[in-house]
């Protein structure tokens, strides 16, 4: 697990703001997540990338973006668009071998103030 | 696609006695299960997972067992203790290739002492 970080921890944001969400791992994994987590709901795909300048949407991308320009970096962008962006944010990497172990990153708590 | 449904929602035990949450899938094709484990605030991490050519997996006081028949899986702990308290996850995917884990909604296991 220690090898996916995420930044910040805490993010505040103001309506009608864009704002970048940081994930890092140092696994050479292929493949990048990132989910949205509200109380009740479990873990929502928003984007993923299996390669490196490829990325697919997930069940709730309206209102994000991403890019992967680099293996080991997948950043998610937080548009003026989604509606109600409040929520903790978590990145995934995963293993493409026979483990196909998925490890999460640490989380960011975002809020729209 | 993949549909997991995870019950029950909420999970109240006695410390020491054991405790069962069961997950539904929808694709035949799914053939790897994994169970994460999310403690307040944190992310979730990898406790115990299983592939559908075994029936059941057991690590300690916790194990999987698998129905491929009726496509439903299940986690047990055993001997439940107040560290145990947190929200599990269940998962279905494949085995290899990088599509990404449909999770359940969770269950919150409350361990009272």
């Known amino acids: 697990d220690g090898g996916i970080t995420q930044s910040p921890k805490y993010l505040f944001r103001k309506e009608g703001q864009n704002v970048t969400l940081s994930c890092e791992q140092n696994?050479?994994?292929?493949?990048m997540y990132w989910y949205r987590q509200d109380p009740g709901q479990g873990l929502r795909l928003i984007y993923y990338?299996?390669?490196?300048?490829?990325?697919q949407k997930g069940d709730i991308a309206e209102g994000y973006s991403v890019s992967r320009e680099k293996k080991e970096s997948f950043p998610l962008t937080v548009t003026s668009a989604q509606k109600n962006p409040t929520a903790f944010y978590l990145c995934a990497s995963k293993d493409s071998g026979y483990t196909d172990t998925q490890y999460f990153g640490p989380g960011t708590r975002l809020t729209v103030l | 696609g993949e549909n997991v449904e995870q019950h029950p929602s909420t999970l109240s035990v006695q410390e020491g006695d054991s405790a069962v949450i069961k997950c539904t899938y929808s694709?035949?094709?799914?053939?790897?299960f994994p169970w994460y484990k999310q403690e307040l605030g944190k992310r979730p991490q990898l406790i115990i997972d299983i592939r559908s050519n075994v029936g059941e997996k057991k690590d300690q006081r916790i194990a999987v067992t698998l129905n491929k028949t009726a496509k439903h899986f299940s986690l047990h702990i055993t001997e439940t203790q107040p560290e145990d308290s947190a929200v599990y996850f269940c998962a279905a995917g494949w085995n290899s290739g990088n599509t990404p884990l449909v999770f359940g909604k969770g269950t919150r296991l409350s361990v009272i002492a």
């Open positions: 990338s299996q390669i490196v300048n490829d990325f």
């Open positions: 696994l050479n994994h292929d493949a």
């Open positions: 694709d035949s094709a799914s053939n790897y």
